[in-house]
């Protein structure tokens, strides 16, 4: 596993913007596909995007498409979330979360079958 540490959360009014940052340690991490995940209260935990382990490759949530914005720096161990335009239905607690597996496979694997995953950070927006 590799170990995950989210930070970058917090309060926002509806259009705008907040940068989520992921450090990692223990592993490889260029052997990690990356990705970020959404819980918000009463629901279950989606796909929020994905990054291959060379950046290369993103994937989105049709949710976010256009305003969240995924990428990694392997120098620094660090993967990122950029979300412009937010809206209140955006409001959840973000979680970091990496894999062995491929980042396409990250869209629809199951929740139990992910490697590692951060402690989470709440992002709340205003309407």
């Known amino acids: 596993q590799v170990q995950l540490v989210e930070s970058g959360g917090g309060l926002v009014q509806a259009g705008g913007s907040l940068s989520l940052s992921c450090a990692a340690s223990?592993?490889?991490?260029?052997?990690?596909?990356m990705g970020w995940f959404r819980q918000a209260p009463g629901k279950e935990r989606e796909f929020v995007a994905s990054i291959s382990w060379s950046g290369a490759t993103t994937y989105y949530a049709d949710s976010v498409k256009g305003r969240f914005t995924i990428s990694r720096e392997n120098a620094k161990n660090t993967v990122y979330l950029q979300m412009n335009s937010l809206k209140p239905e955006d409001t959840a607690v973000y979680y970091c979360?990496?894999?062995?597996?491929?980042?396409?496979?990250?869209?629809?694997?199951?929740?139990?079958?992910?490697?590692?995953w951060g402690q989470g950070t709440q992002v709340t927006v205003s309407s």
């Open positions: 979360a990496g894999d062995t597996t491929s980042a396409r496979a990250m869209v629809n694997m199951p929740i139990y079958r992910i490697d590692s």
């Open positions: 223990g592993r490889t991490f260029t052997s990690y596909g």
